[in-house]
Structure formats: C-alpha cells, structure tokens
C-alpha cells in the first residue's frame, strides 16, 4: 500500500483535543495541502503520520506502514521538513548533512551525490564546506530542505517550504517539489501561502481541529462561484451600490474589473442590475472560479460558526 490512508485519527493533550475525527488520504505523486489557521492542528497531524506523536484514536497507515505500529519504518520511509529548520550551526553545510545521513544509516558515498545535486540546485554547493551559523535564512531554510530528501524519501511532509526565501529561491524549491510528485512520492504541504498551495497542489484538506473540507482544489474554487466583470473606468466607485444589496456580496477590484462572490447563481441578475442602476457600463460578466483564500476564510468562518 502505498501514499497515505488515514482513518479517524484523533489526537488530545490533556483536557484538549488538537484534532479529531480525521479521514483523508494521499496518493503517490499528488502534492497535498494541508491547510488550517494557526492551532489547527495541521503538526500534530503531521507529527502522528511520521511517527513523532502516538495517536489518541484512529490509524494512519503511510506507505503501507501503521502509525501505531511500525514507527521504525515509518520514520525511514519520511522525510519532515519542520519549521525550524534544525541545523548545528557549528557544523558545515556538508557536516550537518553527513550527521543526517548516520542518522538515517545510510552509506555516505551512495547518498552524497544525491545531497550534492540538490545543493548545486538549490545554489549552495560553493558554501558547502561553510558553518550553517554563517548562513542567511534562505540559505538555512534551502539547506534543511536537502537535509529532508538525504535518505530518498517515499513520503515528504514540508512545513512552509519556501518561508524566507526570495522569490527566484522560492520559484527554485516549488519545481523541485513538483519534481520529487512526479517521481510519485507523496507530498503533504502545510502552507499558509495560498497562492503557494494554488500553484502546486492538486488537492487539499482544511481542517480546524477536525476536518472541514476535503477535495481537488479545482472543486474547492468551484464551491460557491464568482461574477467576473469588466466595466468602464475605475471599477472601485461601484463598491457602494454592490455593499448595498440585501446579500451584500465580498467584492474585489482592480482597475476596471469586479471579481463579486455569490453564495448562489440566482443574485447574478441583482448585482448586474445594482450596477447598471450606479451608472456602469458593463462590457462582459463571466461566471469565474473564487480565488481559494475566499473559500479557506468562508470555511473557517463556518467552522468557527
Ligand atoms: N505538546 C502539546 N501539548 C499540549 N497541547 C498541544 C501540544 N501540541 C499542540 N498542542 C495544541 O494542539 C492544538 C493544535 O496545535 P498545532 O501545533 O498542531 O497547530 P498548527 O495547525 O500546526 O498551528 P500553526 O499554524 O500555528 O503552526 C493547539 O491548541 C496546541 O496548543
């Protein structure tokens, strides 16, 4: 069995339950997204599937190995890039690796030149022989990410990935987590960067200590649509007529374009009359998919509800 099934995962400390009632799976070559406001226990849930945490109820099972079970073999099997990135300052970029490959008891020779070729990517090859205290976040960050992948691993959970890094580095580490998907290993991503998650997963689970909503993340933007709509001049001044309504729609705009959210097809008449009655003249409206971050923040905003 391969990817990741997970069955009613539950997980409490004390009086408190991080996450309960859990059931989602991932398949090999997806990548992931596990998304949730601060608290939500997005790394508890990734600390139970790697073997860090026991759960309180549920199994999970990851490449065919049980949570419960086989943390021995879970632990070979994934690879965790938390958000710390955990490096020994004091060591060399090439030392901190080589402690990570004992670690995993791996032959150093094998495994080298799959280091080398990920720090040569991801810029680093000329510091290799450097301190780690020396080195920029980005660079740090860039490093522990070599440190996740030194033992080939099936399964990769990555904490915010690109947090820290300028945007060529960013665009750097995102191809080569598309990379490692179409390899098949399973990705799990925890971000909070949405337009991130947009970019480079293929589906999603939001979740708030239990699960909101899982699905791929062309049905999630689907879930409740929008009216795309270009009028003439600054779109901007019709935002009065549009918060007037009795549903009184989320509206975005920029320049002579209103994206206005609709919680169901039949206000799309009302909006367009609403701005056709404030003087605008509408040049096309087009049924469009809501940005996620409109659909993450109605979810949460449900399930605080
Ligand atoms: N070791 C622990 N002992 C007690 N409570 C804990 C422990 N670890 C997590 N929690 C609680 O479980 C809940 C979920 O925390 P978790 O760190 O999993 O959230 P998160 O989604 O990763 O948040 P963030 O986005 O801020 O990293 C929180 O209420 C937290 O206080």
Request: hydrophobic share 40%; with cysteine.
């Amino acid at each position: 069995m391969s990817g990741i099934q997970v069955q009613g995962l539950a997980k409490r400390f004390g009086d408190r339950t991080a996450v309960q009632g859990l059931t989602f799976d991932v398949r090999p070559g997806e990548v992931f997204g596990l998304l949730g406001p601060n608290g939500a226990g997005k790394t508890t849930t990734v600390r139970m599937l790697t073997g860090l945490l026991l759960p309180s109820e549920g199994e999970a099972f990851v490449w065919g190995h049980s949570v419960r079970t086989h943390g021995e073999q879970l632990r070979r099997t994934v690879g965790l890039l938390t958000e710390q990135p955990g490096l020994y300052d004091r060591l060399t970029a090439r030392e901190n690796l080589r402690f990570f490959m004992k670690l995993h008891e791996l032959d150093e020779a094998a495994a080298w030149p799959r280091a080398l070729a990920y720090l040569e990517r991801f810029g680093l090859a000329a510091r290799v022989d450097d301190p780690c205290g020396g080195f920029s976040k980005g660079m740090r960050q860039k490093l522990a990410i070599v440190r996740t992948l030194v033992h080939d691993p099936k399964v990769i959970f990555l904490d915010e990935p690109t947090s820290g890094l300028d945007p060529e580095s960013a665009r750097t580490v995102r191809d080569a987590v598309a990379e490692l998907a179409t390899e098949g290993r399973t990705i799990v991503l925890c971000s909070h960067n949405l337009s991130e998650v947009e970019r480079l997963c293929t589906r999603a689970a939001i979740i708030q200590g239990r699960l909101l909503a899982m699905a791929p993340l062309s049905e999630l933007r689907r879930a409740g649509q929008a009216l795309d709509i270009r009028v003439e001049g600054d779109a901007e001044r019709f935002r009065p007529a549009l918060a007037a309504l009795p549903f009184a729609p989320n509206v975005l705009s920029e320049g002579g374009r209103l994206k206005v959210m609709l919680s169901d097809d039949a206000q799309a008449p009302d909006v367009l009359a609403a701005l056709v009655n404030a003087g605008a003249r509408v040049h096309s409206a087009v049924p469009a998919n809501r940005p996620l971050e409109e659909v993450y923040l109605e979810l949460i905003r449900q399930g605080r509800g």
